[in-house]
């Protein structure tokens, strides 16, 4: 992949194209194919959170941190200010919430407003993980209140990373 977005070069799409882009880059990155992902969601113009998730979650996959990070502060802007509050599930399903990898899942459109945020929080912890922005992992991991264990590993490592071992 490049370093410059692909947006721009193709004329504006209809409604209906641009959502046969999306599904086609979500269907992509459900098979594990993050460029072609990418090459589809990049020609859809007007940006939204999982539009914008989704993008940064293929630049993840591929190594590109910087623009997969860059994305998701952006992504961000589109969450409310103040968060919801998540409903707690049925015991069974919560018993495995805190060990899955729904932040390397594809974004669907019309997904709850405080599943999106999780799911982007715990993404951009690990892109933040990449870069070596240990602070702002930790600041992420405070921030949802529940023990992902995916980023309790990271913490571990940015503990055993910087005490020099």
């Keep these: 992949m490049g370093n410059t977005?692909?947006?721009g070069?193709?004329?504006?799409?209809s409604p209906e194209e641009e959502k046969c882009l999306f599904d086609a880059g979500i269907s992509y990155l459900s098979?594990?194919?993050?460029?072609?992902?990418?090459?589809?969601?990049?020609?859809?113009?007007?940006?939204d959170l999982p539009l914008l998730f989704n993008k940064a979650l293929c630049c993840y996959l591929s190594g590109w941190y910087e623009e997969g990070h860059r994305l998701l502060g952006e992504a961000e802007l589109y969450l409310p200010t103040v968060p919801f509050r998540q409903e707690a599930l049925p015991s069974p399903l919560s018993a495995n919430a805190c060990n899955d990898h729904l932040h390397l899942c594809p974004m669907p459109r019309g997904v709850p407003?405080?599943?999106?945020r999780t799911q982007l929080l715990r993404l951009k912890a690990e892109t933040a993980?990449?870069?070596q922005l240990y602070g702002e992992v930790k600041a992420i991991a405070a921030s949802l209140q529940k023990?992902?264990?995916h980023i309790e590993k990271l913490?571990?490592?940015i503990s055993y990373d910087t005490e020099g071992n």
């Design 9 to 13: 070069k193709q004329p504006r799409l």
């Design 113 to 116: 407003q405080e599943l999106a």
């Design 155 to 157: 913490i571990k490592q």
């Design 147 to 149: 023990p992902y264990q």
């Design 129 to 131: 993980f990449r870069l």
């Design 31 to 47: 098979d594990g194919a993050p460029e072609a992902a990418y090459y589809c969601l990049d020609r859809i113009i007007a940006p």
């Design 5 to 7: 977005p692909l947006a």
